[in-house]
Structure formats: structure tokens, C-alpha cells
């Protein structure tokens, strides 16, 4: 079982910046090899896509309304995926979930950007940004 805790969220006001941190641990977090994903869900609206790393690292997606803005990354040593959010904006405002896809079977859509190909969920942190 992999237990995720988001942190890093906060009121913040338009322009400003944030890193939002998303711990990872548990037996099948050993190696953190697994793709991780970041949504997001504002009162009143459905859970949405934000962006996603590969198991590997080595590609990312991005919703189109956080592209250019938002950036994905993980640390392996830690067990821990961040997203550096820049610019941002009072749409931003919203509860943030890191999710796992640890479980087989895997993802195979490109940027496995919908809520069910992830088995793992985080509490999620807030974000507010004020205008």
C-alpha cells in the first residue's frame, strides 16, 4: 500500500508563486517507480487534470490551462514528486491531490491524465490565490 501526503499549499495572491510536495511512502513506494500525477478540484466543479511525470522521469504533460506555468519533477531519493507553480491565477484556486498509478494494470494512454488510471490518492492541500 502507498500512503501519499500533499503539502506546500496556502493563500497566495495572482502572480505569486508555490511548490506543492507529495511524500510517498509505503511498501510498494520502495523504489518510486511508478508514474505520478497531479489534479485538482475547485468547489462546484469536477476533479481535473493538472499534469504527470512517467515512472522514469523522463516525460511530463500538462493540462493546457497550467502549461508554461506549472511544472512537474521528482526527487527519487525522497519518494517525492513536486509542482512548481508560477503566475498564478484566482482560476488556480482549487484543492490539490498527487495520485499514484502503483498498481498494475499500468497506464498506457499518453500522459494518463484521467482520475481512474491512478490506484493511490493524497488528502490534498489547498490552494487560494487571491486577486
Known amino acids: 500500500q502507498v500512503q501519499l501526503v500533499e503539502s506546500g499549499g496556502g493563500l497566495v495572491q495572482a502572480g505569486d508563486s508555490l511548490r506543492l510536495s507529495c511524500a510517498a511512502s509505503?511498501?510498494?513506494?520502495?523504489?518510486?517507480?511508478?508514474?505520478m500525477g497531479w489534479f485538482r478540484q475547485a468547489p462546484g466543479k469536477e476533479r481535473e487534470f493538472v499534469a504527470s511525470?512517467?515512472?522514469?522521469?523522463?516525460?511530463?504533460y500538462y493540462a493546457d490551462s497550467v502549461k508554461g506555468r506549472f511544472t512537474i519533477s521528482r526527487e527519487y531519493a525522497k519518494n517525492t514528486v513536486y509542482l512548481q507553480m508560477n503566475s498564478l491565477k484566482p482560476e488556480d484556486t482549487a484543492v490539490y491531490s498527487c495520485?499514484?498509478?502503483?498498481?498494475?494494470?499500468?497506464?498506457?494512454?499518453?500522459?494518463?491524465?484521467?482520475?481512474?488510471?491512478?490506484?493511490?490518492w493524497g488528502q490534498g492541500t489547498q490552494v487560494t490565490v487571491s486577486s
Open positions: 511525470i512517467q515512472w522514469s522521469g523522463s516525460a511530463t
Open positions: 509505503g511498501r510498494t513506494s520502495s523504489t518510486f517507480r511508478y508514474a
Open positions: 495520485a499514484a498509478d502503483s498498481l498494475p494494470p499500468y497506464c498506457s494512454t499518453t500522459g494518463c491524465s484521467r482520475a481512474n488510471d491512478y490506484d493511490h
